[in-house]
């Protein structure tokens, strides 16, 4: 909203000394917020003056044009009282005209982008032309450029300054209206506040003595009230269509950011703007019978003013009459009856429309308009027979013609609300010093009516309020006059012994090793849609496929709350892959969907807060969200460089990675062979804990989703339930003890069958040794003849050690052969010598 202070000062009488940025600051501090300061105008100096054209001699030019070589009158603007010889190019005044002339020396803001203009006398058309007389496109005042500026016989004397007559010295404060402020969309509004500000008296606007309705003004039917509460219409006859719009109303207008158009538009709009009601006008001769306020029907059509056929709902709020819709209620008048060059009999309209309806109108037809956007907010009921009083009191000073005697005034104000609170609830919110007297007087200040019983205050909210609706707005409302500035700044006090939860103990945790691990860590949206289910080539019926589908997802490519946090990890690790890194490691915490079949949400109203219980119950239809760790390893995991070769990230690498991550955590993870998309078989393993629970799966993916992915093959990932290995996990990891005796070194080579997990076999291994057994180490994997077909040996490192003594050779090799025996007897294992 942009407020001239001009115009602001007109109703309220302002400190002389205030400035637009001191009146701004003082507004803000209320909770207004300023968006700009800006003055228009402020780029024109020099001399700008009242001329009177004294002669005008026509004189054609070779290439068609003709030019006037005037001699005008400036005073003694000039220097020397001296008339002033001006060429120039419009036609549209006469000899005795008043014009607005700028004179050498002066700067005129030029076309837009071109920068200053500085005016010199020249030589031009043969003549020496000192000086320009002025366009309102030239001065800023508006886009008509095809003749000057004619002023009012009355205007002033020649040589006088027309800074101030013609507004160009005004300042503009732009501010930006919060939707609960809706009152401060006029200059009624931001006027009060000013009155507010300096605790100054307002003169409103809107306070003027109406005639009451008669019932013999235009017909109105209202077929909706809930709707439309208020109809108001009066009637001006006589009118001139051709009268110019007065110079200060199309200024103010123009400062105000909306664009002059004709007399009888730029009042409806000017009025919009003083008091903040939407008018319309319609021409009387077009219409057809009564107005009638109704709910479009089906298959109905109307063309709006900007020229749109529109094809209208059943839900929206016509403005009708006997030939069918002629305005979008709120929002647009139709073209059948609009006002034009032609019309001399306005019908005026001045009516409150329910808030939520103007809204999903505009909205459903892409139709925003300075009409709707002060309907949607809430405007005052009580305003529309002041303003279309005001309307036509406007049209017939300026246009000429006179106001029917009828006026039509269909249904009332809703009544007044009210809201009770306690007295001492501003101070106890805020934690400033707000006695009683100060509460009450500052909700009057701002239009309540208050009473007093004891310790509780019940304040009427004023009309143009309809944001005021409960104790705590109340609040607000004192304590922005109060000053926000004043509000104390008090530390809170923790509560003792309060600090991280378990889970976040843990989380942290598993960041820290991760990180220590070298992976980088990455958020990403939780969606999926089933392209990126397809390219994990998850097969029918797959768990992962069972995806909560959102009501109101962000994009219809991924509708789903995933069940994955792999699609983003890939991804993300692809899009680093294709800008040049060399390799990868990423990995992602994050809660996935499980759907469960519940039932729907209970819908609870939002007056007030749910109980116990009813939190319950919307819990219960949550679906599970358990957290999820997922890491992406490609390309270079190690380095190469004069030290060596390189290696590339592999399935061991992510298998490990959970395995250091369990013993991190004081958990014991085993491992087995697992075929389970997008892992490539025979190099997928799933992850067990110790009582049997499956944490997830590690491995090299699928070469057919590396390429959906773009991914290199080879590419390892997993995925695990970072919830269960975190219930799991030990809080305190005890330290490892140490043994200063020697240690006994073992080594077997054990041959299996293929299918054999190594990781069973270094299991019983361990098992078979006993106490003293120390590690046991997978070091070689060996397949050929020598070994047979479907066969493999397993080669491993066992030490061996005692706390208290050091090993004799017989206690260690007892321990192996132990060790052996039991592979055997379990594996079927065969000792290669």
């Given amino acids: 909203m942009r407020a001239p202070v001009s115009w602001i000062r007109e109703y309220v009488d302002l400190p002389d000394d205030v400035t637009a940025a001191d009146l701004a600051a003082r507004l803000t501090a209320l909770g207004l917020k300023l968006e700009a300061l800006d003055r228009p105008g402020h780029d024109i100096t020099g001399p700008l003056v009242i001329g009177r054209v004294l002669s005008r001699e026509p004189e054609p030019q070779k290439n068609g044009k003709t030019i006037n070589w005037c001699q005008v009158d400036v005073g003694v603007a000039n220097g020397t009282g001296e008339p002033q010889g001006i060429v120039c190019g419009a036609h549209n005044f006469e000899v005795g005209d008043l014009v607005v002339v700028v004179l050498p020396g002066g700067v005129l803001p030029g076309s837009q982008g071109s920068g200053p203009v500085e005016i010199s006398a020249r030589k031009t058309y043969g003549h020496l032309s000192a000086g320009m007389i002025c366009s309102a496109k030239e001065l800023g005042l508006g886009d008509d450029h095809s003749g000057i500026i004619v002023l009012p016989a009355d205007a002033g004397q020649p040589g006088d300054d027309v800074f101030e007559l013609l507004q160009l010295r005004d300042e503009v404060i732009e501010f930006e209206i919060n939707p609960d402020r809706a009152y401060a969309l006029s200059l009624r509004g931001i006027a009060r506040e000013a009155a507010l500000a300096y605790d100054v008296p307002l003169r409103d606007p809107a306070e003027r003595d109406t005639p009451a309705g008669n019932d013999q003004g235009q017909p109105v039917v209202v077929d909706d009230p809930g709707g439309c509460p208020v109809f108001v219409t009066r009637t001006v006859t006589?009118?001139?269509?051709?009268?110019?719009?007065?110079?200060?109303?199309?200024?103010?207008?123009?400062?105000?950011?909306?664009?002059?158009?004709?007399?009888?538009?730029?009042?409806?709009?000017?009025?919009?703007?003083?008091?903040?009601?939407?008018?319309?006008?319609?021409?009387?001769?077009?219409?057809?019978?009564?107005?009638r306020v109704r709910r479009a029907g089906e298959g109905e059509r109307l063309t709006t003013l900007d020229g749109v056929d529109r094809r209208l709902s059943v839900e929206d709020l016509l403005i009708t009459d006997d030939t069918g819709p002629i305005g979008l209620a709120g929002v647009m008048g139709g073209r059948t009856t609009e006002l034009s060059s032609t019309t001399t009999n306005i019908v005026i309209e001045a009516a409150h429309?329910?808030?939520?309806?103007?809204?999903?109108?505009?909205?459903?037809?892409?139709?925003?308009?300075?009409?709707?956007?002060?309907?949607?907010?809430?405007?005052?009921?009580?305003?529309?027979?002041?303003?279309?009083?005001?309307?036509?009191?406007?049209?017939?000073?300026?246009?000429?013609?006179?106001?029917?005697?009828?006026?039509?005034?269909?249904?009332?104000?809703?009544?007044?609300?009210?809201?009770?609170?306690?007295?001492?609830?501003?101070?106890?919110?805020?934690?400033?010093?707000?006695?009683?007297?100060?509460?009450?007087?500052?909700?009057?200040?701002?239009?309540?009516?208050?009473?007093?019983?004891?310790?509780?205050?019940?304040?009427?909210?004023?009309?143009?309020?309809?944001?005021?609706?409960?104790?705590?707005?109340?609040?607000?409302?004192?304590?922005?006059?109060?000053?926000?500035?004043?509000?104390?700044?008090?530390?809170?006090r923790p509560t003792a012994g309060k600090g991280l939860t378990r889970e976040q103990r843990l989380r942290r945790r598993v960041g820290r090793f991760l990180a220590g691990a070298g992976a980088v860590e990455v958020l990403n949206f939780p969606f999926v849609g089933e392209a990126a289910l397809d390219a994990l080539g998850l097969p029918e019926g797959d768990p992962w496929r069972r995806t909560v589908r959102l009501a109101n997802p962000i994009s219809s490519e991924e509708p789903s709350y995933t069940s994955t946090l792999l699609p983003g990890v890939l991804r993300t690790a692809a899009r680093n892959l294709g800008r040049g890194a060399?390799?990868?490691?990423?990995?992602?915490?994050?809660?996935?969907?499980?759907?469960?079949?519940?039932?729907?949400?209970?819908?609870?109203?939002?007056?007030?807060?749910?109980?116990?219980?009813?939190?319950?119950?919307?819990?219960?239809?949550?679906?599970?969200?358990?957290?999820?760790?997922?890491?992406?390893?490609?390309?270079?995991?190690?380095?190469?460089?004069?030290?060596?070769?390189?290696?590339?990230?592999?399935?061991?690498?992510?298998?490990?990675?959970?395995?250091?991550?369990?013993?991190?955590?004081?958990?014991?993870?085993?491992?087995?062979?697992?075929?389970?998309?997008?892992?490539?078989?025979?190099?997928?393993?799933?992850?067990?804990?110790?009582?049997?629970?499956?944490?997830?799966?590690?491995?090299?993916?699928?070469?057919?989703?590396?390429?959906?992915?773009?991914?290199?093959?080879?590419?390892?990932?997993?995925?695990?339930?970072?919830?269960?290995?975190?219930?799991a996990a030990v809080d305190i990891v005890p330290a490892p003890t140490f043994s200063t005796y020697p240690l006994a070194k073992e080594d077997v080579a054990l041959v299996v069958a293929d299918d054999v997990p190594a990781a069973d076999v270094a299991a019983t291994l361990r098992a078979g040794a006993g106490a003293l057994c120390e590690s046991v180490r997978l070091f070689d994997v060996f397949t050929g003849e020598q070994v047979g077909e479907g066969r493999k040996s397993l080669a491993f490192a066992l030490r061996f050690r005692a706390s208290d003594r050091t090993l004799t050779e017989a206690e260690t090799a007892a321990a192996r052969d132990a060790a052996v025996a039991l592979a055997a007897e379990r594996h079927a294992a065969v000792q290669r010598v």
């Fill in 582 to 727: 060399a390799g990868v490691a990423l990995f992602e915490t994050g809660t996935v969907a499980v759907p469960v079949d519940r039932g729907p949400a209970p819908i609870y109203g939002v007056q007030i807060r749910p109980s116990y219980a009813e939190v319950g119950k919307l819990e219960e239809a949550l679906p599970s969200q358990p957290l999820h760790l997922a890491v992406v390893l490609a390309g270079e995991h190690d380095r190469s460089g004069w030290w060596g070769a390189g290696r590339t990230a592999g399935w061991a690498d992510a298998v490990g990675l959970v395995r250091d991550l369990a013993t991190e955590l004081g958990v014991s993870a085993a491992t087995r062979t697992a075929s389970r998309m997008p892992w490539h078989p025979g190099r997928c393993a799933a992850l067990v804990l110790d009582g049997g629970a499956e944490l997830g799966h590690a491995g090299e993916l699928h070469p057919r989703v590396c390429a959906a992915f773009g991914l290199p093959r080879g590419t390892a990932a997993l995925e695990i339930d970072l919830d269960l290995l975190m219930a």
């Fill in 238 to 291: 006589g009118f001139d269509p051709a009268a110019p719009t007065p110079r200060w109303m199309a200024r103010r207008v123009q400062l105000a950011g909306m664009r002059p158009i004709s007399l009888a538009v730029d009042i409806t709009n000017y009025v919009m703007l003083e008091i903040g009601q939407p008018i319309h006008g319609y021409d009387r001769d077009r219409l057809t019978g009564p107005i």
């Fill in 353 to 492: 429309f329910e808030p939520v309806s103007i809204f999903r109108t505009q909205r459903r037809h892409k139709l925003p308009s300075e009409a709707s956007k002060r309907f949607e907010r809430g405007v005052d009921p009580t305003v529309p027979q002041a303003a279309a009083d005001r309307v036509a009191e406007l049209l017939v000073r300026y246009g000429g013609g006179t106001v029917d005697p009828g006026v039509t005034v269909v249904g009332a104000p809703p009544p007044a609300r009210t809201v009770t609170a306690t007295t001492d609830l501003p101070a106890r919110v805020t934690g400033m010093p707000i006695d009683a007297a100060t509460t009450v007087a500052h909700l009057e200040a701002v239009g309540c009516a208050v009473t007093v019983d004891g310790a509780v205050l019940t304040a009427t909210v004023p009309p143009w309020r309809p944001d005021l609706s409960d104790p705590f707005d109340l609040v607000e409302e004192v304590a922005r006059i109060v000053g926000y500035d004043q509000v104390p700044s008090v530390v809170p």
